[in-house]
């Protein structure tokens, strides 16, 4: 597979936060007696307010964003337990190294994936798209273009890095090449993807003489 940039999901793919972002979800549906398998089952890879809206029907726009702000607060504040995922910072650093551009595009707000980002001890990308930059979050393939535009580079050159079902969906339909670490089998479209990994150390990167990166299986 040929490209020259990576557009990386934060959680789940560089970073391993489920059981924060479980521990979050499931003290936010205690407060409203919501099953907790209910909202496990639907909330990963999406935006959090989209979360929200589906869970709160009825509620006003004032009284999700309160929700939010809850919300927010608890899984930006609660960074116990979270780690890099494995190959995670030596793939990162590897494209730093060899200067190849690389962003993360994720469905969690600023404070959130700021904190988990920071958790984790990964380096800091140029470009870092989150879900205040966007108006349709994932399955839509709105940030992950905005996060192509920003490297200057287009989408179809572009590898995206996904362990949600949703991303997965929003890689393809940007137009990208799509790895898919992780993702649960039997998600949609998971035959349309370049790779199906169990970690990202499985993968190997080089960038040639002529600036093109070939990203291939470790043998």
């Not at 190997?204 to 043998?219: E, Q």
Request: net charge negative; aromatic share 6%.
């Amino acid at each position: 597979m040929q490209c020259k940039g990576f557009l990386f999901d934060l959680d789940g793919t560089l970073v391993d936060s489920l059981p924060v972002v479980e521990r979050s979800w499931c003290h936010w549906a205690d407060r409203h007696g919501i099953d907790h398998q209910d909202v496990l089952n639907f909330i990963h890879g999406k935006q959090a307010i989209t979360s929200l809206r589906h869970f709160l029907p009825g509620r006003t726009e004032e009284e999700i964003q309160a929700e939010f702000k809850y919300l927010e607060q608890i899984e930006a504040t609660d960074v116990e337990g979270i780690v890099a995922l494995p190959g995670a910072l030596e793939l990162l650093n590897h494209l730093e190294e060899a200067q190849i551009p690389w962003a993360i595009v994720t469905s969690g707000s600023i404070p959130v994936a700021h904190a988990r980002h920071k958790a984790a001890g990964l380096p800091t990308p140029e470009v870092f798209v989150t879900a205040e930059r966007v108006k349709r979050g994932k399955p839509e393939p709105d940030a992950f273009l905005l996060g192509a535009e920003l490297l200057g580079i287009h989408p179809a050159e572009c590898v995206v890095v996904e362990d949600a079902a949703a991303g997965v969906l929003a890689g393809l339909n940007a137009g990208s090449h799509v790895v898919a670490v992780n993702v649960p089998a039997g998600s949609p479209r998971l035959d349309e993807v370049d790779f199906v990994l169990t970690s990202l150390a499985a993968l190997s990167v080089h960038k040639g003489a002529d600036g093109n990166v070939t990203v291939s299986l470790k043998m």
